[in-house]
């Protein structure tokens, strides 16, 4: 009691606790240390049976996509965040759908307006951005595919016709190929994550026999595919080393596939039923016929317009090359937004049903931290 006598003492104290970033531990710290002289800290790590919130922390050209990313949900905290592996991929197909390099250009240029413009923050500036980078790359696709506004290679100067490399209206098939190509390589990739994620978690056997023997099965399966289904040509060679494979990872995946199940029965019975999971990668690849259908429609629709255009032309007194004028402007502008969207759709669906559905769970919820929010007034630092 003697001692007691002589502490300090407070009339009240208070106690909070919250998740912080890592990052912000020193800045937190040496902000609150300078305003409040008597202060203590304590830092831990989450528990096995905590689930933080998440802050998805992309740099660079990766960034705008998280507005695809929490569209669909953000990552749990021990889960990776598949924006940067999603990016390319949804950027690639968002051009491949739109098809136009003069709807790609348009598109980057009106993305660039409303950025430099109206300077718009948080998701409408990630979306605006991911809408630039799409024009951009929609140029360079629309270019390789000889479309530009609708109109045909003929129109092209001379020096811009070595990097037409397809046309899409004349040969349908070869960019359909092309995009079960573009459909199995994200497909694989998408597997490939799970593996690792599998493997990090200690899961060596599904690692091993649900992930990477369905990888090279796959991979195998494709030029049988283009082969029997598609009548493509491939090498004898090929073919025969894609049909040894197949049966060995076919053989493998029929004694592995019941590993799980205790009874002998149960045990063959769950490796046939193993060999189903092909439907469900064969519909997944079929899936990305929308790639060649909304180029396919970009294209189709330019063409309309501009034939529309040039049958009003003829009108007289003027009205005529007014009315080209206005069905020009009006019908592009229509289907540049038409197809846009169905671009940012059909692009996205093709990550959240047939990537994510491979390796991602989500789940977590939003970080916000503890800060002013204000409705009216927004604050700025003084010159």
């Known amino acids: 009691e003697e001692v007691e006598r002589h502490l300090s003492t407070t009339d009240s104290t208070f106690l909070m606790d919250g998740w912080i970033r890592a990052v912000d531990k020193p800045w937190f710290t040496r902000e609150i240390g300078e305003r409040f002289s008597e202060v203590e800290f304590?830092?831990?790590?989450?528990?096995?049976?905590?689930?933080?919130?998440?802050?998805?922390?992309?740099?660079?050209?990766?960034?705008?996509?998280?507005?695809?990313?929490?569209?669909?949900?953000?990552?749990?905290?021990?889960?990776?965040?598949?924006?940067?592996?999603?990016?390319?991929?949804?950027?690639?197909?968002?051009?491949?759908?739109?098809?136009?390099a003069g709807y790609g250009l348009t598109l980057a240029a009106l993305a660039a307006f409303v950025l430099l413009r109206f300077k718009p923050k948080g998701g409408a500036r990630n979306l605006f951005n991911l809408l630039f980078a799409g024009g951009l790359v929609t140029a360079a696709i629309g270019i390789i595919a000889g479309g530009v506004f609708g109109l045909g290679i003929d129109s092209f100067p001379v020096w811009l016709k070595p990097f037409v490399l397809i046309n899409p209206l004349v040969e349908p098939m070869k960019m359909l190929n092309?995009?079960?190509?573009?459909?199995?390589?994200?497909?694989?990739?998408?597997?490939?994550?799970?593996?690792?994620?599998?493997?990090?978690?200690?899961?060596?056997?599904?690692?091993?026999?649900?992930?990477?023997?369905?990888?090279?099965?796959?991979?195998?399966?494709?030029?049988?595919?283009?082969?029997?289904?598609?009548?493509?040509?491939?090498?004898?060679?090929?073919?025969?080393?894609?049909t040894w494979v197949t049966l060995g990872c076919a053989v493998v995946i029929f004694l592995t596939g019941g590993r799980k199940q205790r009874s002998f029965i149960m045990k063959v019975l769950g490796?046939?039923?193993?060999?189903?999971?092909?439907?469900?990668?064969?519909?997944?690849?079929?899936?990305?016929?929308?790639?060649?259908?909304?180029?396919?429609?970009?294209?189709?629709?330019?063409?309309?317009?501009?034939?529309?255009?040039?049958?009003?032309?003829?009108m007289p007194y003027y009205i005529g090359y007014i009315a080209m004028v206005l069905i020009l402007i009006g019908g592009h502008l229509f289907n540049l937004a038409v197809n846009t969207l169905g671009s940012f759709v059909h692009s996205a669906r093709l990550q959240y049903l047939e990537f994510f559905g491979k390796f991602f769970h989500g789940g977590g919820a939003e970080f916000k931290p503890f800060k002013s929010e204000r409705k009216y007034s927004v604050l700025k630092d003084s010159d």
């Open 42 to 100: 304590s830092f831990r790590e989450p528990l096995d049976t905590e689930d933080p919130p998440i802050y998805l922390d992309n740099r660079g050209i990766t960034r705008p996509y998280e507005f695809v990313t929490t569209l669909y949900g953000r990552p749990v905290y021990r889960e990776d965040d598949p924006t940067p592996m999603l990016a390319p991929f949804f950027v690639l197909f968002f051009a491949m759908c739109l098809t136009d």
């Open 178 to 242: 092309i995009s079960f190509l573009m459909g199995i390589v994200h497909i694989l990739f998408g597997i490939g994550l799970r593996m690792r994620a599998d493997f990090r978690a200690g899961l060596t056997a599904d690692a091993l026999f649900d992930d990477l023997i369905w990888i090279i099965f796959i991979a195998a399966l494709a030029p049988l595919g283009f082969a029997g289904i598609l009548g493509g040509e491939v090498p004898p060679g090929v073919m025969s080393v894609a």
């Open 271 to 314: 490796g046939l039923v193993k060999f189903y999971d092909i439907v469900g990668y064969f519909g997944d690849v079929l899936s990305y016929a929308r790639l060649l259908a909304l180029g396919l429609a970009t294209s189709a629709i330019a063409l309309a317009v501009n034939d529309i255009a040039s049958m009003v032309k003829g």
